[in-house]
């Protein structure tokens, strides 16, 4: 227990010298308060924009859109808080999503184990990209982009290139837009999105997990003089990371009620967008689960509000962009300034 207690110390020490002279848990804050604020700024211009923005019906679609990104969005965290980077988000996904129909539609297994194997194989997903990065050597990049591909191919193969439906497991689909709470009208989905982001915010920063995910992140070398296995826990990291593509796969299934194998293409990029939007930095090193939560909301209000007010689809797309090189600018901005 005191060598472990000494390692994580050591590990910790290796933060300021990739941070520079300002702490690094204080430069997340900074992104973090300003992505807060911006999602308040953005929340009241679109409420005296539209009358139809501000109501309670518009707001929990604004929340289930938010559900899919925002989870992806949670797991990619751990990711590139080590420095790492995850492009096969949104094909993992939808390869998730159609094994979850394999299991509860083809095999006819239970939905709740159904689920669990799901999530198992996101698990796997992210297993092999860990595995690839630390064991082959190959950069998070090329890594990540070759199993987007793979999985992009597999989802195709496995399904038929058709969709898988759940016409006959109804509590499949409830599992995303049922109501648990009574007299509360607010989808299941909402509520597991919560409660992952709570239990993934507690882990980040409260656990050893979470720690050597800040330390890799912050000085990997550092981290490995100090007596850590950084191979191992790079692995785990993105294992862990995967758990919230098979996660991802099943509300969005749940959510259409079928399992679609063309769905997930850019899925990844509005999920790393999220992720740094909230402050996480690209580095590795900064970044917290609340500032993931408030970057996926972000996303999510600007999308609904320009289309409330009829802003050409195309310059969403534009305008999404836009708030994502300035997310970036300021990372390099805060990055440059601490040093």
Request: glycine share 12%; with cysteine.
């Amino acid at each position: 227990m005191s060598a472990t207690k000494e390692n994580i110390s050591m590990a910790e020490q290796a933060k300021p010298a990739a941070a520079g002279r300002l702490p690094a848990g204080l430069r997340g804050k900074f992104q973090q308060f300003l992505a807060f604020g911006g999602l308040i700024l953005i929340f009241a211009f679109f409420s005296f924009a539209s009358p139809n923005f501000l109501t309670f019906s518009n707001v929990m679609s604004i929340l289930l859109a938010t559900v899919v990104i925002g989870t992806l969005a949670i797991g990619t965290t751990f990711v590139i808080i080590s420095a790492g980077i995850d492009l096969s988000l949104g094909t993992g996904m939808s390869l998730c999503a159609v094994m979850s129909g394999v299991f509860i539609t083809y095999w006819g297994l239970p939905v709740p184990l159904g689920v669990v194997l799901t999530v198992a194989f996101g698990g796997l997903i992210g297993f092999v990209n860990g595995f690839n990065v630390t064991m082959l050597k190959i950069p998070p990049f090329i890594a990540t982009l070759a199993m987007m591909l793979v999985a992009e191919g597999l989802a195709l193969v496995i399904s038929g290139s058709a969709p898988i439906y759940f016409s006959d497991t109804p509590s499949y689909y409830m599992l995303s837009q049922g109501h648990i709470l009574p007299g509360v009208d607010i989808p299941n989905a909402v509520l597991l999105w919560i409660a992952v982001a709570i239990i993934a915010g507690v882990i980040l920063n409260k656990s050893v997990f979470g720690r050597y995910t800040y330390a890799i992140g912050s000085n990997e070398d550092a981290t490995a003089l100090s007596g850590i296995n950084t191979r191992r826990w790079k692995i785990l990291i993105y294992s862990f990371g995967g758990l919230f593509i098979g996660l991802a796969g099943v509300l969005i299934s749940a959510r259409l009620n079928s399992a679609q194998p063309a769905l997930g293409m850019g899925y990844e990029l509005k999920a790393i967008a999220a992720v740094v939007i909230g402050g996480t930095s690209l580095f590795g090193g900064v970044g917290s689960i609340l500032g993931t939560v408030i970057g996926a909301l972000i996303m999510s209000v600007l999308t609904n509000g320009l289309q409330i007010i009829s802003v050409p689809q195309e310059w969403q797309t534009v305008i999404l962009g836009v708030v994502i090189l300035a997310a970036v600018y300021l990372d390099n901005f805060r990055r440059n300034a601490a040093a």
